[in-house]
């Protein structure tokens, strides 16, 4: 179960003496309420951009630039389905849709352009997270086309905490080698961090691109592979700056139970 958004908020501000600076790091969540349906049916969708370990803050996301669903090799553009929420005066949004037949559903969305000033750069996070309908364990590795995105190469639904997700990070449909992952943990539980290095994990990827993980929790993991996009933009102030293109898959570590 999740915790509810206003939840998540107050748990920010509780943990808000305890960090700050870079280990905060931004994350463009697309989370349903479970991986695996395994009698199909509707799914939704909470579309958030925010920090996942402290449950906030949650940042202000304009109307997405896309959003959709690749099944059976087809996609469907789910903009139509959209709905804003707010949140302590910031815009988030849901996105519904039936699984009406059995096998994986990639559910993809692209946000506009974030500006952040502290870093002088625009965020576009290309996110996106599995659902296997009907418990069928078919389809999962099927590539969106994003301009970066991480392809699993272990079966992204259907894991145990302590179960390790291996993927490569791609750009232009292309291997990224040695391209830095930072994962980030959606901290429904209230776990404290021992200090700020222990919120936001860091690793690389081997010369093909190649990056494994193991999860110690239960829980919503994010992998982002953050990558410098092909063409600067204008600051506000009318400046070209970077653009940091995130490569980003969310998955699900479910607890061992007896």
Do not use: C
Not at 56 to 83: E, I, Q
Not at 165 to 188: D, H, L, W
């Amino acid at each position: 179960m999740f915790l509810p958004l206003l939840s998540r908020t107050a748990l920010a501000l509780m943990l808000a003496g305890s960090v700050a600076g870079p280990a905060s790091a931004h994350f463009q969540e697309i989370l349903p309420p479970a991986d695996v349906l395994p009698e199909g049916g509707e799914v939704t969708l909470d579309l958030v951009f925010t920090h996942p370990f402290e449950g906030g803050p949650v940042m202000d996301m304009k109307r997405p630039a896309a959003v959709g669903v690749l099944a059976h090799g087809t996609k469907t553009d789910l903009a139509a389905s959209l709905v804003e929420k707010s949140v302590d005066g910031a815009s988030t949004w849901q996105v519904s849709h039936d699984l009406a037949e059995p096998g994986a559903a990639v559910f993809y969305v692209t946000p506009q352009p974030y500006w952040e000033p502290a870093e002088n750069l625009y965020i576009v996070h290309h996110a996106k997270v599995i659902v296997d309908s009907y418990a069928s364990g078919e389809g999962w590795d099927a590539m969106v086309g994003l301009p970066v995105e991480i392809q699993p190469l272990t079966r992204p639904t259907g894991l145990w905490a302590g179960n390790g997700f291996t993927g490569v990070v791609t750009q232009a449909g292309q291997p990224v080698p040695f391209a830095e992952i930072e994962v980030a943990y959606v901290n429904e539980a209230g776990i404290e961090a021992p200090n700020d290095a222990f919120i936001t994990q860091v690793l690389k990827a081997d010369a093909n691109g190649t990056f494994t993980y193991v999860m110690p929790m239960p829980g919503w993991w994010g992998f982002a592979a953050l990558l410098e996009g092909d063409a600067p933009m204008q600051s506000p102030e009318g400046k070209p700056v970077p653009v940091e293109e995130g490569a980003l898959i969310w998955v699900h570590a479910s607890p061992v139970s007896q």
